[in-house]
């Protein structure tokens, strides 16, 4: 079981410039999760894909967005970037149903914007 | 809305030394809380959690917490740590019941660094 894999695993993006980043979750799961986790912080949630729909959306703008396709894999899109949204951004799933009690988490892509 | 705070930024302490690191949370009627490690450049890995019943948890790599519902915290030890505990642990709660049960709020993490 290869777990929750994410690509890439660093990035370097230039300020306005649009990203795309990927999660495939473990075997099995359906639902996949978003965090940003900033140096130094707690990660914090972006939002989360059921059912290829945003089930669930934290305290981020819309620049921040999503999809989920019938594979159950997901893109987190953020556009306009700005030099605040260098992160580790990370991707947990987990089966529906289990709520947060089996969520597991990937490496994460570090993104740089300079 | 959910909040954690982890009173520690870092902690310091000597090879097989016991080691506690606090964690207390914003009250709410049912919580779950959970206790996760991160290595450097790495993604979370689930230590510990307490969904319900004995507030006595024990998890992986020797780790134990407690849950005290009066004093809402979830504190998280071990008694005797090793250089390969040197990592970045995050207490985290969600509300199984509330408008968020779909997301963990995490607290700003504690470094424990294990010193030889």
């Known amino acids: 079981d290869a777990g929750v894999t994410q690509s890439p695993t660093h990035l370097i993006k230039t300020r306005g410039q649009q990203v795309t980043l990927r999660c495939s979750p473990k075997?099995?799961?359906?639902?996949v999760s978003w965090y940003q986790q900033a140096l130094g912080q707690g990660p914090q949630f972006i939002f989360q894909y059921y059912e290829e729909e945003e089930r669930q959306r934290g305290n981020f703008p819309d620049r921040f967005s999503g999809h989920q396709f019938p594979n159950y894999s997901s893109e987190l899109n953020v556009n306009a970037l700005l030099l605040g949204d260098s992160a580790l951004y990370l991707c947990?799933?987990?089966?529906?149903?289990?709520?947060?009690?089996?969520?597991?988490f990937g490496q994460g892509t570090r993104l740089t914007v300079v | 809305a959910q909040s954690v705070t982890q009173l520690d930024s870092q902690v310091p302490v000597f090879e097989e030394a016991p080691v506690e690191l606090r964690c207390n949370y914003s009250s709410s009627v049912s919580v779950y809380l959970f206790w996760y490690v991160q290595y450097p450049n790495q993604g979370l890995q689930l230590l510990l959690k307490?969904?319900?019943?004995?507030?006595l948890v024990k998890g992986i790599n020797g780790f134990e917490a407690e849950f005290n519902k009066s004093q809402t915290s979830f504190h998280l030890r071990k008694p005797s740590v090793h250089i390969s505990d040197t990592a970045e642990y995050f207490c985290a709660v969600s509300d199984p019941q509330g408008a968020g049960s779909y997301q963990l709020t995490f607290g700003k993490g504690t470094k424990l660094s294990v010193i030889p």
């Open positions: 947990a799933s987990s089966a529906s149903g289990t709520g947060t009690t089996e969520a597991f």
């Open positions: 307490y969904l319900s019943g004995s507030t």
């Open positions: 075997s099995g799961h359906d639902t």
